[in-house]
């Protein structure tokens, strides 16, 4: 996706926009249009400078409206903070499927890789392990999911839509769709080159094992080895699991339990913030132990809705859009701003101290995951900042009449209201 540019996205669909953009042109100002020299459709004078004859997508521009018309307060160039597990490949076997973006498909995404998992009912996501810490959350029916640590204490547990779990990087561990559904979730990796699909897999490493060397290291004859995989099944059909409590009490070890559960019930607990505008619920390493370098933010803005200009100081921010249509500008040094659309399997990313808002822009709930590559979720909000700096400062720096100012809400919110 790397290779498709935002002017080649804007390339589609535009003719039929021009009509109205038109009408407006001679309605160009300074304010809401503040770039020098003039920048955006409201400065064109000339219709023909909004037609554009050649090739289009219209199918795929339809989705971005903002890279075809963007608003006039945009200015400058960014590296592209739009990129979609629509548009991703799936690698499909007999028990569920995957897709990812990493780095490779995503330049700027260099934290964090994603991928978009499905098991069908029994289907196995064979037993492996990473060199990354892997993080989850759970969007379609449930998952049993099992880890041993570094201790050798062992965990089981199943996870249902809006729970999340988290592996450190090494720990073995394995996952399982339960009936009726099966699960779809998606990972992210705290390192945007990891893949899904170069993962340390138990069917590789004892294929590349000499046979006695199993048989010295099981205690088992080397003939009990005569049957295993020859290549590695990756993702495979098994059967629907039995009762959780049964699986619980067949891994239980004389070492104990960990100490942190590795699952976390995110969309269940009470929100850390609420508002008429929608709500976040926060899961970091304050509440969810074991999550050392991940933490996220599930945020819901309703119709209209503003999930206000903030930034993040310790870390970027990787999204993922589950419900909903969303607009996204992006503020940088330069200046730079630019403004992008999301829709559900759409993923964002917004570099650390960079501000920004996302705007629900559809008529139901806007649902997205900010997941960040750190051990605690931190944000700093514009309202709260100007509202807490001297009111003479803020109104000499942005010709306000201090009676706007005192209108600033004293407290930081997270999501507005339309």
Request: charged share 15%; glycine share 8%; hydrophobic share 40%.
């Amino acid at each position: 996706m790397t290779k498709l540019s935002r002017r080649g996205i804007l390339a589609a669909g535009a003719a039929g926009s021009v009509a109205t953009i038109a009408a407006s042109a001679q309605a160009a100002a300074t304010f809401g249009n503040p770039d020098m020299p003039p920048q955006g459709a409201p400065n064109a004078a000339n219709p023909q400078s909004l037609t554009d004859p050649g090739p289009q997508n219209p199918e795929l521009a339809k989705n971005l409206p903002s890279f075809l018309n963007p608003p006039p307060t945009d200015v400058g160039d960014m590296p592209m903070f739009w990129n979609s597990f629509n548009i991703a490949a799936k690698r499909i076997q007999n028990g569920g499927w995957a897709r990812q973006v990493t780095q490779s498909d995503f330049q700027i995404s260099t934290t964090i890789s994603g991928v978009n998992m499905r098991l069908a009912p029994g289907g196995i996501r064979e037993m492996h392990w990473h060199q990354q810490a892997e993080w989850a959350v759970m969007t379609v029916g449930a998952c049993r999911v099992t880890v041993l640590d570094e201790k050798g204490r062992a965990a089981v547990q199943d996870v249902k839509a809006g729970d999340l779990w988290y592996f450190p990087a090494g720990l073995p561990h394995s996952l399982q769709g339960l009936g009726p559904d099966g699960a779809e979730f998606v990972l992210a990796f705290d390192n945007g080159m990891s893949s899904e699909y170069n993962t340390l897999l138990v069917t590789d490493w004892l294929a590349h094992t000499p046979p006695e060397v199993l048989a010295k290291n099981f205690g088992v004859p080397v003939d009990a080895f005569k049957n295993i995989p020859l290549q590695d099944r990756w993702i495979f059909q098994g059967e629907v699991p039995g009762p959780l409590a049964a699986d619980q009490a067949a891994v239980k070890a004389g070492s104990g339990e960990p100490p942190f559960p590795f699952t976390f019930a995110l969309s269940d607990m009470k929100p850390n913030q609420i508002s008429a505008g929608g709500q976040v619920q926060i899961a970091d390493s304050t509440n969810f132990k074991v999550s050392t370098t991940v933490a996220a933010a599930l945020v819901t803005v309703k119709p209209g809705g503003l999930r206000a200009l903030h930034w993040h100081p310790n870390a970027d921010e990787w999204q993922y859009y589950i419900k909903g249509e969303a607009r996204m500008t992006v503020f940088n040094t330069g200046p730079a701003a630019q403004t992008a659309d999301f829709r559900a399997g759409d993923v964002g990313y917004v570099r650390k101290s960079l501000g920004h808002y996302v705007e629900n822009t559809g008529q139901t709930d806007l649902v997205f995951m900010e997941v960040f590559k750190a051990d605690r979720y931190e944000e700093v909000s514009l309202a709260d900042w100007l509202s807490h700096t001297p009111p003479a400062m803020v109104a000499a720096t942005l010709n306000l009449d201090p009676a706007v100012i005192a209108q600033f809400p004293k407290t930081a919110v997270a999501v507005m209201p339309a």
